[in-house]
């Protein structure tokens, strides 16, 4: 594999790159799943994307935490501490003195409350625990790797939770951790709300790009819960819902060109439109949630 000058720069030819951290490969200059995200559901939304990127938050970082802890132990041993319980009121000097001090010793490491951390330890647990989740993250593979690639001629990127092979069949899998129960009513909404079937169809095209196959590689969700029952299910993304997600980006690239071209990002509708409940809603399309 190639290897770049510096890794919080763009590399120069498509390829995955592992041993990329998270912080570095955020500063790679290129079109990620997040901005077509956004794009597909506006231009207007898609450049404010652009302008204003998400601001990392406490969930945010807690979702790393066991991304590290279930694909790279070693690191998530290495960055991630839980912050302890200190001695005295927190108003008090003591209790300050005592903080400042611990943070000044691990600086350079993660901190998690106690709770957050022990979450990330539950759910690596939880996936080892699980058969066929074990099997994805344990078996040969290469697991969170940066990846670079091009999508009309724009510098594309993504970063790969799994690649691996289940029953001979190339996969790619990817972790998501979730508060509520894994039925599969919950979890197709999940996907939809949130474009997982875009950013599934965007990582398969770029990994066809780098390493082509003959045939189609799967696409497989680890489903996590963050919270008791700490459940697990491993779900497969069907091929048409792939082919709708390789659709959904399309538009929001389209999106993003015309935008860069015309200067004019339109929101999501001028127009007075119709709702109705989704189809999940209607008599007998409901699995309990």
Not at 111 to 139: F, I, N
Not at 178 to 195: A, H
Request: glycine share 6%.
């Amino acid at each position: 594999m190639p290897t770049i000058a510096s890794r919080s720069t763009y590399p120069a030819s498509p390829d995955v790159y592992p041993g990329v951290r998270f912080d570095d490969y955020f500063r790679w200059s290129a079109v990620n799943a997040s901005t077509l995200k956004a794009f597909a559901e506006s231009a207007k939304a898609g450049r404010s994307t652009m302008l204003e990127p998400q601001e990392d938050t406490a969930a945010l970082m807690v979702g790393r935490a066991a991304h590290a802890a279930v694909f790279e132990p070693d690191e998530f041993d290495r960055l991630y501490v839980p912050l302890p319980a200190f001695d005295g009121h927190p108003s008090s000097n003591k209790y300050k003195e005592a903080k400042a001090a611990w943070l000044a010793e691990n600086g350079d490491k993660v901190t998690l409350k106690a709770d957050e951390y022990d979450a990330a330890r539950y759910v690596r647990d939880a996936v080892l625990q699980h058969p066929l989740a074990r099997d994805l993250v344990s078996g040969k593979g290469l697991s969170e790797v940066s990846a670079a690639w091009t999508c009309k001629d724009e510098p594309a990127k993504g970063r790969f939770d799994r690649v691996t092979s289940f029953e001979g069949w190339p996969v790619m899998a990817d972790l998501k951790t979730f508060r509520k129960p894994l039925s599969l009513f919950n979890i197709e909404t999940e996907i939809t709300v949130r474009m997982y079937h875009l950013q599934a169809a965007w990582y398969l095209d770029g990994a066809a790009q780098i390493a082509p196959i003959d045939g189609d590689r799967r696409w497989f969700f680890i489903w996590a819960n963050n919270c008791a029952p700490w459940d697990v299910r491993v779900t497969e993304l069907d091929r048409e819902s792939i082919d709708q997600g390789r659709r959904d980006y399309e538009l929001a690239f389209s999106r993003l060109l015309h935008g860069r071209k015309t200067g004019r990002w339109p929101g999501i509708s001028t127009n007075l439109d119709v709702v109705s409940i989704r189809k999940h809603g209607f008599d007998g399309q409901q699995e309990a949630a």
